[in-house]
């Protein structure tokens, strides 16, 4: 029997990775996105190349009185949901305009949470899937260059690790990964000057998504290196931390 996987937030660059990665496998795939009738060629492209059906499917992540609707309307209950789904905006003008760092905290933290709640309780019912959060090393410590948008992945990965526990407390069969890429080499990130070591291309972030579902990981970290640097980052007494420009 064929299985299914949905992303959330399938028009950003590791969205389509993941999907490629599990399509590759030959799984299904659901692409979930704003306006997503802009991936008719992303998804012609999927279906040819790897031989499997894919669907697109319009989703507003900031509408949350939609998601269930959205959910209910899927063709199937996919066996593995993904969010993608991310907002970094700049920091500047999050501080100058907090109606973009409430976008910004919506779109990385209140509406992933919420699609992903809604997918648990559906998931718990059928009694097995698998929960993909894609959340950010830069939720581990909060810095002076991008707090509002590593405050919402802070909150991100801590509901990821919450529901975790009481996925796991209740024997219901679904599980939760958390993903900690780093950098990635998307455009999002465009015109940025990232250190090679610690940046990730698309692909390899997919690759390592569908290495974490098939051996039931929890946490990851992409490329391991970031596990060592943020060990050390989240060590920094304060006192010296605050005085940092990292």
């Known amino acids: 029997m064929t299985q299914t996987i949905l992303i959330l937030g399938a028009r950003s660059d590791i969205g389509l990775a993941v999907a490629h990665a599990f399509a590759a496998k030959g799984w299904a795939v659901q692409l979930a996105a704003r306006d997503a009738v802009a991936l008719s060629a992303e998804q012609a492209d999927i279906a040819v190349r790897f031989n499997v059906p894919v669907t697109l499917h319009e989703l507003d992540a900031l509408d949350l009185a939609a998601h269930e609707r959205f959910i209910a309307a899927l063709p199937v209950l996919p066996d593995v949901a993904v969010t993608a789904i991310g907002l970094m905006g700049e920091q500047a003008e999050n501080e100058a305009d907090p109606a973009k760092a409430v976008t910004v905290l919506r779109s990385n933290f ?28 830069a939720g581990i410590r909060g810095r002076a260059a991008n707090y509002v948008y590593g405050s919402a992945k802070a909150g991100f990965t801590a509901f ?44 390899e972030l997919g690759q390592a998504v569908w290495s974490a579902v098939e051996k039931g990981r929890d946490v990851i ?16 007494p304060e006192a010296v931390f605050k005085k940092l420009s990292i």
């Open 110 to 137: 209140e509406g992933p949470a919420n699609l992903f709640a809604i997918l648990a309780n559906c998931m718990i019912v059928r009694g097995s899937g698998t929960l993909v959060g894609i959340s950010s090393v």
């Open 160 to 203: 990821l690790s919450g529901l975790r526990n009481r996925l796991a407390k209740g024997k219901t069969g679904v599980h939760v990964v958390t993903v900690l890429p780093g950098f990635v080499n998307t455009r999002m990130t465009a015109g940025m000057d990232l250190p090679r070591k610690l940046t990730a291309e698309p692909k």
């Open 221 to 236: 970290y992409v490329r391991p290196i970031w596990r060592l640097v943020m060990l050390i980052i989240r060590h920094i």
